[in-house]
């Protein structure tokens, strides 16, 4: 559906902005238009999906009404009492203008004006806001990223009751909030407002926003190309280290559009905050097009933002949580707000989709707007078809040459096995240091988990609410995540700026074999003189109950290393098959980059044969095989050392360390098997199938592995390592035996 | 329902058995009868239920004829594949018993009769098991409990395929399988035939149950009375401890219901091993009320069998989980097949309660027998009545004299409050040492949790599926509980001969105000010269968003001693209102009695003010404030050390330790408040409601205790702690106030 939009793809020159004569707006015309109030009271009652939506959405802001309006002095940190009430107020504020519209009730539009009057009132005696650890303060909060979220919604409660409003009451609150608020945003906070980041998308909408309401020209052009003049220092920081300027940068909301979204729609900052800039990035969109339709806002970049919402929606496990890529708090979901109106959206400007429909009825909520109502209509239509996700890779970077995150999914009667593999760019001040690093997923269990950020958003107690300590000292560290670290220092030792100047790049994605998907990815600038190349197959097979994932990493060093490879599971260790020792007492495993936050439990040595560990996790066995060398070490550690304040979870993990080694490569194999019930004490299928994994070839030209199975088989995988090349031919003797093939991989039970 | 039945009550005399006559049996004739296959002829087809069950037991059954028979040698321990063949096999052929009845198939028969002969062959020629691990060994499985299993199962199977076999083959498979295979349970096995143990009433019932179907007097007397002669001696132990001969021993299956069953129904080893031993006492209770309805089976007792359904579906907390007491593996359920057919016994021969329909609905397939059927006829008259779990005190001891196991309950709107006091007896061989020890629900989710056992039934990889090492060094002992541990010592010193001649007893159960509910106990045993004596109170009131639990644990010695008093808790700590130290480096917490497995994490000490920690579990606040002296020390605790096989869980714990004190009395309150949601990012209620715990009267007489809340509001609490008279008239001053009042306890909201 999408392509129809892609194809008439447009190029804006945003000096034009200015030019197209403003005329006097219409209210409400932001995503809630006149025509839009119109059709939903004519469907009024006759739309269960919307009707539901409106009548939870009005016994809420009744409640609301009926507990009194309380505007506090602000003061506390996020999950403190002043920033949830001033949290709570924007989203009422929205809500209870949508309804006032809708239902054409006054005692809403009276809601919004006594509050918005009262924060008239205490706004321009407001100084920054006391509590001192942002960047960029806000006033009604710690940070003017959440006086942005305010006014992005507020400015659509506005614009609702903007008609209900007495001039001179528009006049006053105009006046002392709205335009103050918006120079203080952006004037006021240009480190704040003049990034390229998602602080900065909800800022330059925040001003948009309102400008459009207030018909403000020079409010729009702001938000749309950024300030002018900065006068900020290029290299300059945030509190959280991440980069405000670099030298020629472009502001403003189109730059947010044009850089952080790589031409498949992926944000690279991660999906956690993708979620988040989603909201002001498509009712701004929505309210440019409605607005100011000559912008073509929706074919911008080649309609990125459309592609954006897809990319998101794929982002996702089974049960619609998105993958924690960088900083990236565990849980967040499809089920989101900010994805609820992502969908109605990209629905109503992105060709009427019907598999997006399939994400609403799940959702279960509309949007209390015309988009809302479209899908809501549709759904009652029952137009809605599964969105069935598929493999994907997604390409990172504005040009989308920046590497990528790549994901593969094998689906087996209702189970679904996926593979993220991680090849992107730096990600912003929000990204790890986890080049080629991978999670693994049983459905929605994580089977080999991404830790996500440290930190509990909206949490008072933990640090109010904002990023912990070990956020940098553990979460974005390499030993955190399932990739190798050289000689226990992360990729780029850590450094945003030399992180930031460098991506992984694509070698393979192929998976036009659904029973053998592979891919792999190259890194040659985390560790200088040192390349990896990461290599994972999933693979569904007879010999197998479940798809077994075929890791490869090979390393190829200019001087001898320690490399470490660990792989962060869940659940009980059931058995292992080479000798370890429990440690008598835990000690730290390092003193540095993340190292010391793990406890060193256990540790064992390889044999020549091949290590095993197998483990239950939530009713389901896993078995982990590895071709190591003998005398490579695997040490069992879980998380929690120097961890004063209980911040960090106790996760487990499984490293495979080889030391002192120069060119190195691990091979492994992850099985997903059998069942356990602790109702009917029945267990199935409980061991490895796979007998022995055997590297059969690893040269400059060749890795091949030979997998043996219990059944007597053998699954042999081959992959030319210097030319990805689809339509080369290879001849190749291994064991004997002679391959030929075209392309860059083969594979065969060849027993 | 129950006290129709009840009130008919009657004696036995054991030896009237063997006079009444024994007349050419009708087959089925056991739990299945030929007027119910009648029965179930004629619905066919009209009781969803019913039907639906008996399409999933044909489908399944019809699989495993066309899969073919196995019979293997027996080899595996549990989880291992002969063992799980014939585990499979016992269950196959009762089932394709059944369906051969019901359908009229010979194709069913035929399979249970081609099995039989298959095993009537291998039978004879079979010696002890090869795994010597059990204290008694069987033929097919490692233990002669699976062994009875089978027979218990394939009794079944047999009397439905009774008279579709020859009389010829009838007499050799009696002759090389049912007779030796009942005279090596009974004669062959008597340390295992003669006890009193879930073990030997699997053994009785297997044994008696074959003997109905073969009309074998002889059998069903042994069954019923066990072996005359055992030539065991007194205090002869099993593999895991458990004793197996007392002084005196009344034996077979009478005893085995006088003894383990208290007259509230509660089975002595705890309700894992209660939902175990059901089937058999069930099924064959259904079987001799079949065949021998002058036995008047279910009145035996005062209808103790009956009773025992209830007391098992009250053990459960609101997902239908039993509490995991002694030995108990979490997860086990009220869904397992076990209840399954106890609920239909229990409605067919217990009045026709239609309570127990609810469950059955829950369960979702019934047995296919008559009980079976009346409950799905039941079920689709819409007959079902919902089953309201109620607080509940039940007694231990066969005379109900011997302690016993509290439930207190406490609902608000949807959710549930439950907390489980034990203070019963020992439990035999599979009980722990944890006298006063609690667990806590919030739903079905632990918030103080019973550890359970240590043991990964069916799953081979771990010692078989048997019992781990770590069961007794570990979930056995006191500090693995919520309870006292003084010195560091077990309660008993954990000597099982010492703990199984006590029991706590009951002080007051008192739950006649739903928003005040307490539950007191006292233990003067576990460690001479000291008294123990817990106080819990689940408080429901407006200061509190859900229930607070009150805890007072008061201790009175003859010397000074070191007291530890866990609380293991799940989830992340978000705050604690003392100073802790992390330690850099983790030790064990001890050497011995379970305290060498766990990892010391951290420690503080406590102050003047109240000790508060707060943690997050699943979306819900939990602060748990601790009234300690100055000095007292708080340690945080893992467990997972000296745990060579990671058969442990990695679970945490706070104690509360008192150094060198003699009396002492700690009062705790626990907390559930508050929400956070990953999706919405919302928190509430994040902080505890209670400002200071103060304990205002201690000595001899009184226990009196204020909670002093964030609303202003004081609670208090006074207990007699001498006398639980409901009749005695109190007047006490406290703080200059006098307090008048009748009873044991006083509360009182007092501003």
């Known amino acids: 559906m999408l392509s129809k939009i892609i194809n008439q793809g447009i190029a804006i020159a945003s000096c034009l902005l200015l030019s197209t004569s403003i005329m006097a707006q219409q209210h409400p015309s932001l995503v809630m238009t006149k025509k839009g109030v119109e059709k939903i009271r004519e469907n009024l009652g006759k739309v269960p999906l919307f009707d539901n939506s409106l009548s939870n959405v009005k016994e809420e802001v009744d409640q609301a009404i009926a507990d009194g309006i309380v505007v506090p002095i602000p003061k506390d940190m996020a999950g403190g009492y002043s920033h949830e009430v001033h949290k709570k107020n924007y989203l009422l504020m929205q809500k209870a203008g949508l309804l006032y519209q809708i239902l054409n009730d006054d005692s809403y539009a009276l809601y919004v004006k006594n509050m918005l009057l009262q924060y008239a009132k205490m706004y321009p005696k407001l100084p920054l806001h006391p509590q001192e650890r942002s960047y960029a303060r806000g006033k009604l909060f710690w940070q003017a990223l959440n006086d942005a979220n305010w006014l992005v919604y507020t400015s659509q409660a506005y614009d609702c009751v903007y008609d209900y409003l007495t001039k001179k009451e528009r006049a006053t609150i105009e006046k002392n909030l709205f335009k103050p608020y918006a120079d203080f945003l952006s004037i006021g906070s240009p480190q704040f407002f003049n990034r390229v980041h998602n602080h900065s998308t909800w800022g330059n909408v925040a001003v948009g926003m309102i400008g459009l309401v207030m018909d403000d020209a020079v409010l729009l052009d702001r938000a749309l190309n950024g300030l002018k003049e900065d006068n900020l220092p290029a290299g300059m920081k945030d509190n959280d280290g991440?980069?405000?300027?670099?030298?020629?940068?472009?502001?403003?909301?189109?730059?947010?559009?044009?850089?952080?979204?790589?031409?498949?729609?992926?944000?690279?900052?991660?999906?956690?905050?993708?979620?988040?800039?989603?909201?002001?990035?498509?009712?701004?969109?929505?309210?440019?097009?409605?607005?100011?339709?000559?912008?073509?806002?929706?074919?911008?970049?080649?309609?990125?933002?459309?592609?954006?919402i897809y990319a998101l929606l794929n982002l996702t496990n089974s049960e619609g949580e998105f993958f924690p890529l960088n900083d990236g708090q565990k849980g967040m979901s499809y089920y989101s707000r900010e994805l609820v109106s992502?969908?109605?959206?990209?629905?109503?400007?992105?060709?009427?989709?019907?598999?997006?429909?399939?994400?609403?009825?799940?959702?279960?909520?509309?949007?209390?707007?015309?988009?809302?109502?479209?899908?809501?209509?549709?759904?009652?239509?029952?137009?809605?078809?599964?969105?069935?996700?598929?493999?994907?890779?997604?390409?990172?970077?504005?040009?989308?040459?920046?590497?990528?995150?790549?994901?593969?999914?094998?689906?087996?009667?209702?189970?679904?096995?996926?593979?993220?593999?991680?090849?992107?760019?730096?990600?912003?001040?929000?990204?790890?240091?986890?080049?080629?690093?991978?999670?693994?997923?049983?459905?929605?269990?994580?089977?080999?988990?991404?830790?996500?950020?440290?930190?509990?958003?909206?949490?008072?107690?933990?640090n109010g609410g904002g990023y912990l300590k070990e956020n940098g000292s553990w979460a974005k560290q390499s030993i955190a995540h399932n990739t190798v670290i050289q000689n226990e220092t992360s990729h780029f030792n850590g450094d945003f700026d030399i992180g930031s100047l460098n991506h992984s790049d694509k070698y393979l994605f192929d998976v036009s074999d659904p029973n053998f998907q592979v891919v792999s990815a190259i890194e040659n600038n985390a560790y200088p003189g040192t390349s990896l190349h990461r290599t994972m197959a999933l693979i569904q097979d007879e010999s197998y109950?479940?798809?077994?994932?075929?890791?490869?990493?090979?390393?190829?060093?200019?001087?001898?290393?320690?490399?470490?490879?660990?792989?962060?599971?869940?659940?009980?260790?059931?058995?292992?098959?080479?000798?370890?020792?429990?440690?008598?007492?835990?000690?730290?495993?390092?003193?540095?980059?993340?190292?010391?936050?793990?406890?060193?439990?256990?540790?064992?040595?390889?044999?020549?044969?091949?290590?095993?560990?197998?483990?239950?996790?939530?009713?389901?066995?896993?078995?982990?095989?590895?071709?190591?060398?003998?005398?490579?070490?695997?040490?069992?550690?879980?998380?929690?050392?120097?961890?004063?304040?209980?911040?960090?979870?106790?996760?487990?993990?499984?490293?495979?360390?080889?030391?002192?080694?120069?060119?190195?490569?691990?091979?492994?194999?992850?099985?997903?098997?059998?069942?356990?019930?602790?109702?009917?004490?029945?267990?199935?299928?409980?061991?490895?199938?796979?007998?022995?994994?055997?590297?059969?070839r690893d040269d400059a030209n060749y890795i091949a592995v030979k997998i043996h199975n219990k059944d007597n088989s053998i699954l042999l995988f081959i992959m030319d390592v210097k030319d990805s090349s689809s339509s080369k031919t290879h001849q190749i003797t291994i064991d004997g035996e002679n391959y030929q093939w075209t392309g860059c991989v083969f594979h065969k039970k060849i027993k």
Do not use: C
């Open 242 to 308: 991440g980069l405000i300027k670099k030298e020629g940068q472009k502001t403003g909301f189109l730059a947010n559009v044009d850089e952080p979204f790589s031409p498949d729609g992926y944000y690279t900052e991660g999906p956690y905050y993708q979620r988040y800039a989603m909201y002001p990035f498509l009712v701004f969109a929505a309210a440019l097009q409605n607005s100011k339709p000559e912008i073509k806002i929706f074919e911008y970049k080649n309609a990125v933002l459309l592609k954006s």
């Open 342 to 462: 992502a969908v109605a959206i990209g629905y109503t400007y992105g060709g009427r989709d019907p598999e997006l429909l399939s994400i609403a009825k799940k959702q279960n909520r509309v949007e209390l707007d015309e988009n809302g109502l479209e899908v809501a209509l549709a759904v009652q239509q029952n137009l809605a078809e599964p969105l069935v996700k598929k493999s994907l890779n997604l390409s990172d970077g504005p040009d989308g040459k920046q590497g990528g995150v790549a994901i593969l999914r094998s689906r087996l009667n209702d189970d679904e096995s996926t593979v993220v593999l991680k090849y992107a760019a730096q990600g912003l001040s929000h990204g790890h240091y986890d080049k080629l690093s991978f999670s693994y997923y049983n459905n929605a269990d994580e089977v080999i988990q991404d830790y996500g950020l440290a930190r509990f958003v909206n949490i008072e107690q933990k």
């Open 545 to 696: 109950e479940r798809p077994v994932l075929l890791d490869i990493m090979q390393i190829k060093s200019e001087q001898q290393n320690q490399y470490d490879f660990p792989y962060y599971y869940f659940g009980q260790i059931m058995s292992a098959n080479f000798k370890y020792e429990k440690s008598k007492a835990l000690m730290p495993l390092g003193d540095k980059n993340g190292y010391q936050h793990l406890w060193k439990e256990a540790s064992g040595v390889a044999t020549q044969d091949n290590s095993k560990v197998s483990w239950l996790n939530k009713g389901t066995f896993y078995s982990l095989t590895a071709a190591l060398s003998a005398g490579d070490e695997i040490i069992f550690a879980r998380l929690g050392a120097n961890d004063p304040n209980f911040n960090l979870r106790n996760d487990p993990g499984i490293i495979f360390r080889k030391k002192a080694a120069q060119n190195a490569t691990f091979v492994n194999a992850l099985e997903t098997h059998g069942s356990y019930n602790t109702v009917s004490e029945f267990t199935s299928n409980a061991y490895s199938s796979i007998i022995k994994l055997e590297k059969v």
